[in-house]
């Protein structure tokens, strides 16, 4: 059994309701009604900024690897040609061998190309126009835009982070009010008076069980580190 944000929404809104209809008779000392209703919109707008900031991350992320599968390429294919042209000059090739092309992450893909990138400008003055199909300059252009768009990535994915750790927290908050405000509304409304059956009947108490992954075996949403979510709580 998983408690979710969707459960807390669902029991903030029910919780704000009730205590909006039993004002006249009863408003819990820790919070008025209109404090419910602030928080509803506040939930509702922070969980509005962690679909938004998802979707500009995903922007993000397939614009900047877009830049970086292709200078990754052109890495590949500099260096490649770079060993073929000097492959009987023991010297320049030996040094040539110790690059990496492998590209094990986006920071790896910025790292081989600036690495090559200095190689290149080491080699005979007379070959470094010849010795792949793209110029230094047009391969220093590309390596610029890779690394604007990677450091956007980051800033985005900065931000992605922090609305989600915000929700998070703010979902925690709101759950431990809502069980709070029912602990003391049962008392205040026994379960034999009219009040106390509605109580008991409108606001949800049972969680229900959430799958960890789907149909295609990856999870809803993916555990963010930097989220400060209480135990128990899944942002969604």
């Known amino acids: 059994m998983v408690l979710t944000a969707g459960f807390v929404k669902a029991r903030l809104r029910a919780t704000e309701a009730f205590q909006r209809l039993m004002a006249a008779a009863w408003v819990w000392a820790e919070k008025t009604v209109a404090q419910w209703a602030t928080d509803v919109t506040t939930y509702d707008a922070k969980e509005l ?3 938004d900031a998802a979707q500009d991350l995903l922007k993000q992320r397939g614009k ?31 040094w040539l061998k110790h690059l990496d092309s492998e590209s094990t992450g986006r920071q790896d893909t910025l790292n081989d190309a600036t690495a090559w990138l200095a190689a290149w400008k080491k080699l005979p003055q007379a070959d470094q126009a010849t010795v792949c199909t793209t110029t230094i300059a047009d391969f ?14 980051k800033d985005v994915e900065t931000l992605s982070r922090k609305a989600r750790s915000e929700f998070a927290h703010f979902v925690g908050e709101m ?6 405000w029912y602990m003391v509304a049962l008392l205040v409304f026994p379960e034999e008076t009219p009040e106390g059956v509605n109580l008991r009947a409108t606001i949800p108490t049972a969680t229900t069980e959430v799958a960890s ?8 949403v993916p555990p963010i580190p930097g989220d400060d979510a209480p135990s128990g709580v899944t942002p969604r």
Not at 66 to 74: G, I, S, T
Not at 76 to 90: I, S, T
Not at 175 to 180: I, K, L, P, S, T
Not at 213 to 220: I, L, Y
Request: proline residues 2%; glycine residues 4%.
């Open 49 to 51: 900024a962690v679909t």
């Open 140 to 153: 220093t252009a590309l390596l610029t835009e890779a690394e604007t768009e990677f450091k956007a990535l």
């Open 175 to 180: 759950w431990q009010d809502c069980v709070e």
């Open 64 to 94: 900047a690897d877009a830049r970086l599968v292709k200078l990754h390429d052109q890495t590949v294919l500099c260096l490649g040609m770079a060993r073929a042209k000097y492959r009987r000059n023991p010297e320049i090739l030996g």
């Open 213 to 220: 992954t789907d149909d295609s075996g990856s999870t809803t």
